[in-house]
């Protein structure tokens, strides 16, 4: 049975956690040789890693789902059981288990004496599988869904994510408490390849990478420049309504502004490698963040309480070196682009522009109609203070109190997250879900403490002494790249009239009509609307199809009829919906629907 010790988890966790024993008991008794390693549970199921002696398929995936179901049905229980290190090591030598050895050999470096397997017992008590765990499980397997899981792919990895070291074969598992929930997660991921935002990309002419450039180097071309200047366009004016300044800072500086900072300290292994130039002894460094650079924009005059708040905004380019294995379409690149600003307060005005920050998130969810999000309080580990942290205990205490209180005002739903904020103070991190339910952390608001003093940043308050404003960082649009991959699988690639890349496509239905399109064309671009004439030498079905297939919001039939009316038959392509209207109603609805950005058209 499991321990009363065990760890307080939740019931999904247990599910999901017991559930890796059972994969790795199936491969272990269809595999007798292989090595076992680690199996978490994970956000939709769990994984475990394997070092599989011969290598198998997604063709075997039936038989060990089989075997699971066989286990889970026979109904064995979890035993707790405490071993020295020494012991433990003892034991999975016996076994010929290299990996369990190696973890335990770690843990007794770090000064741990004991440790726990969980054993799994049959009805006679008969010990049928053991692993090294620390609990959080079901007390009887047959509480798992039998039904209610199913092996989704493998993978390759390597021990420990070190490229020199043994190469394992990672199983993932979709774990769910019914088979309906099962079903509905399935449905969903087969939607998610529809709208994936690296196949809709590509079928919509939306960006491209090239081997030439490198991995994680986005090129957008002339559509997907259209959504990064219409996301760029709703910030700019969104900031300037709140009164931020803009600048623009150079891609690159010299090391020693990142050491000044903290950032070659804390993320130089995320920046791409030092530059030399001229001959100089200087290092420069492609930039990480565009932090740095507005802070030395503070610096160059002297500053007065009377300047504050002051907010510089810029969409800054900055490069980070991933690793290539975590790069992944828009959502992980080297190359984004930052909706970035720096707001400089006091104290006092602190609360105030936190929650401006705020605000501005919920209108922009609002825009793009995300209706699901949630905000993590990311705070500080006391234990890592002088580690990962800037060893000020008493600031961390006073600045995730300031952001605690200001987050209760904003009345926005957010929990606490332990030992995730930046080096230099607690952040708020969004996290939205898409139309189909799939999560992704786009934004950041962040408290900076400790770099405003530590690069010399200070004002003149109003009894004239010199004091060190605090530093609010934020990114409510994320960047570039990250916020358009999101909204491609949010809307599937059929964005709002304002955002699509072309809004309208005409089509002639003869020869006879290319005259009065391209009276309509040019009425339509005289309003700045995005238009395409897709002309009569294909049949009209045919360039129909083509409008729907590149997801164009309006299709503009015009014939006969519509050329003597001087109107305009429209069909939608979100309703399918056709209807006729003036061309001068046409015009006055659209343009108003862009201006307001709104999410559904009003015509069709």
């Given at each position: 049975?499991?321990?009363?010790?065990?760890?307080?988890?939740?019931?999904?966790?247990?599910l999901?956690?017991?559930?890796?024993?059972?994969?790795?008991?199936?491969?272990?008794?269809?595999?007798?040789?292989?090595?076992?390693?680690?199996?978490?549970?994970?956000?939709?199921?769990?994984?475990?890693?394997?070092?599989?002696?011969?290598p198998?398929?997604?063709?075997?995936?039936?038989?060990?789902?089989?075997?699971?179901?066989?286990?889970?049905n026979k109904?064995?229980?979890?035993?707790?059981?405490t071993?020295?290190?020494?012991?433990s090591?003892?034991?999975w030598?016996?076994?010929?288990?290299?990996f369990?050895?190696?973890?335990?050999e770690?843990?007794?470096?770090?000064?741990?004496?004991?440790?726990?397997?969980?054993?799994?017992?049959?009805?006679?008590?008969?010990?049928?599988?053991?692993?090294?765990?620390?609990?959080?499980?079901v007390?009887?397997?047959?509480?798992?869904?039998?039904?209610g899981f199913?092996?989704?792919s493998?993978?390759?990895?390597?021990?420990r994510?070190?490229?020199?070291?043994?190469?394992?074969?990672?199983?993932?598992?979709?774990?769910?408490?019914?088979?309906?929930?099962?079903?509905?997660?399935?449905?969903m991921?087969?939607?998610a390849?529809?709208?994936?935002?690296r196949?809709?990309?590509?079928?919509?002419?939306?960006?491209?990478?090239?081997?030439?450039?490198?991995?994680?180097?986005?090129?957008?071309?002339?559509?997907?420049?259209?959504?990064?200047?219409?996301?760029?366009?709703?910030?700019r004016?969104?900031?300037?309504?709140?009164?931020?300044?803009?600048?623009?800072?150079?891609?690159?500086?010299?090391?020693?502004?990142?050491?000044?900072?903290?950032?070659?300290?804390?993320?130089?292994?995320?920046?791409?490698?030092?530059?030399?130039?001229d001959?100089?002894?200087?290092?420069?460094?492609?930039?990480?963040?565009?932090?740095?650079?507005?802070?030395?924009?503070?610096?160059s005059?002297?500053?007065?309480?009377?300047?504050?708040?002051?907010?510089?905004?810029?969409?800054?380019?900055?490069?980070?070196?991933?690793?290539?294995?975590?790069?992944?379409?828009?959502?992980?690149?080297?190359?984004?682009?930052?909706?970035?600003?720096?707001?400089?307060?006091?104290?006092?005005?602190?609360?105030?522009?936190?929650?401006?920050?705020?605000?501005?998130?919920?209108?922009?969810?609002?825009?793009?109609?995300?209706?699901?999000?949630?905000?993590?309080?990311?705070?500080?580990?006391?234990?890592?203070?002088?580690?990962?942290?800037?060893?000020?205990?008493?600031?961390?205490?006073?600045?995730?109190?300031?952001?605690r209180?200001?987050?209760?005002?904003?009345?926005?739903?957010?929990?606490?997250?332990?030992?995730?904020?930046?080096?230099y103070?607690?952040?708020i991190?969004?996290?939205?879900?898409?139309?189909?339910?799939?999560?992704?952390?786009?934004?950041?608001?962040?408290?900076?403490?400790?770099?405003?003093?530590?690069?010399?940043?200070?004002y003149?308050?109003?009894?004239?002494?010199e004091?060190?404003?605090?530093?609010?960082?934020?990114?409510?649009?994320?960047?570039?790249?990250?916020?358009?991959?999101?909204?491609?699988e949010?809307?599937?690639?059929?964005?709002?009239?304002?955002?699509?890349?072309v809004?309208?496509?005409?089509?002639?239905?003869?020869?006879?009509?290319?005259?009065?399109a391209?009276?309509?064309?040019a009425?339509l671009?005289?309003?700045k609307?995005?238009?395409e004439?897709?002309?009569?030498?294909?049949?009209?079905?045919?360039?129909?199809?083509?409008?729907?297939?590149?997801?164009?919001?309006?299709?503009?039939?015009?014939g006969d009829?519509?050329?003597?009316?001087q109107?305009?038959?429209?069909?939608?392509?979100?309703?399918?919906?056709?209807?006729?209207?003036?061309?001068?109603?046409?015009i006055?609805?659209?343009?108003?629907?862009?201006?307001?950005?709104?999410?559904?058209?009003?015509?069709?």
């Amino acid at each position: 049975m499991a321990s009363s010790s065990e760890p307080k988890v939740d019931e999904m966790y247990k599910l999901r956690h017991s559930m890796a024993h059972v994969l790795a008991q199936s491969v272990l008794k269809l595999w007798p040789d292989t090595q076992i390693t680690i199996g978490p549970p994970i956000d939709t199921g769990c994984y475990y890693d394997f070092k599989f002696s011969t290598p198998i398929t997604d063709e075997d995936f039936k038989k060990i789902e089989k075997e699971m179901r066989g286990i889970i049905n026979k109904g064995q229980t979890f035993e707790v059981d405490t071993l020295s290190t020494d012991d433990s090591i003892a034991f999975w030598k016996e076994r010929n288990q290299k990996f369990k050895v190696e973890l335990i050999e770690d843990l007794a470096k770090g000064g741990e004496t004991e440790v726990t397997h969980y054993k799994n017992l049959d009805a006679e008590g008969s010990e049928m599988f053991v692993d090294l765990c620390k609990g959080g499980h079901v007390e009887n397997l047959k509480e798992l869904p039998a039904d209610g899981f199913k092996i989704m792919s493998l993978a390759g990895a390597y021990w420990r994510g070190d490229e020199t070291r043994d190469q394992l074969t990672r199983l993932y598992v979709a774990v769910f408490p019914t088979k309906d929930e099962l079903k509905a997660h399935l449905q969903m991921l087969e939607e998610a390849k529809k709208r994936d935002h690296r196949k809709l990309g590509k079928e919509l002419d939306l960006f491209a990478f090239s081997e030439m450039v490198g991995p994680g180097l986005p090129l957008w071309t002339p559509r997907g420049t259209v959504l990064t200047d219409e996301v760029e366009k709703l910030a700019r004016e969104s900031e300037e309504k709140d009164e931020y300044m803009r600048v623009r800072t150079p891609h690159i500086a010299k090391g020693k502004l990142y050491e000044q900072t903290g950032h070659l300290s804390h993320y130089k292994e995320s920046m791409f490698p030092a530059m030399k130039l001229d001959g100089e002894e200087e290092e420069y460094y492609l930039k990480p963040m565009n932090c740095p650079h507005h802070h030395e924009i503070f610096k160059s005059q002297k500053r007065s309480y009377r300047d504050l708040p002051m907010r510089l905004a810029e969409y800054g380019h900055c490069y980070r070196y991933e690793d290539s294995g975590a790069l992944f379409g828009l959502m992980r690149v080297r190359s984004l682009t930052m909706n970035d600003a720096h707001i400089y307060c006091t104290e006092d005005q602190f609360e105030e522009e936190f929650i401006k920050v705020a605000n501005m998130y919920q209108r922009y969810f609002e825009v793009f109609g995300i209706e699901k999000y949630v905000m993590r309080l990311s705070l500080h580990d006391p234990d890592q203070l002088g580690k990962k942290y800037v060893d000020a205990p008493e600031l961390w205490i006073k600045t995730e109190e300031m952001v605690r209180n200001a987050m209760h005002k904003t009345g926005c739903e957010f929990v606490e997250v332990k030992n995730e904020a930046a080096f230099y103070g607690p952040k708020i991190d969004v996290e939205v879900w898409s139309a189909i339910g799939r999560s992704f952390t786009l934004a950041t608001n962040q408290v900076d403490f400790d770099v405003p003093g530590k690069v010399g940043l200070s004002y003149v308050a109003d009894d004239g002494s010199e004091k060190v404003p605090l530093c609010i960082h934020r990114a409510p649009l994320g960047t570039h790249e990250r916020m358009i991959g999101f909204l491609i699988e949010h809307f599937a690639g059929l964005f709002p009239l304002w955002l699509a890349p072309v809004q309208i496509n005409i089509m002639p239905v003869a020869d006879v009509h290319e005259e009065y399109a391209a009276e309509v064309a040019a009425k339509l671009k005289e309003k700045k609307m995005r238009v395409e004439i897709l002309g009569s030498s294909e049949s009209l079905g045919k360039r129909v199809r083509e409008g729907e297939k590149k997801k164009v919001p309006y299709l503009l039939v015009l014939g006969d009829k519509e050329k003597e009316s001087q109107g305009v038959t429209v069909r939608n392509i979100k309703t399918k919906e056709q209807v006729e209207v003036s061309l001068a109603e046409f015009i006055e609805k659209t343009v108003e629907d862009i201006i307001s950005r709104n999410l559904e058209a009003s015509i069709g």
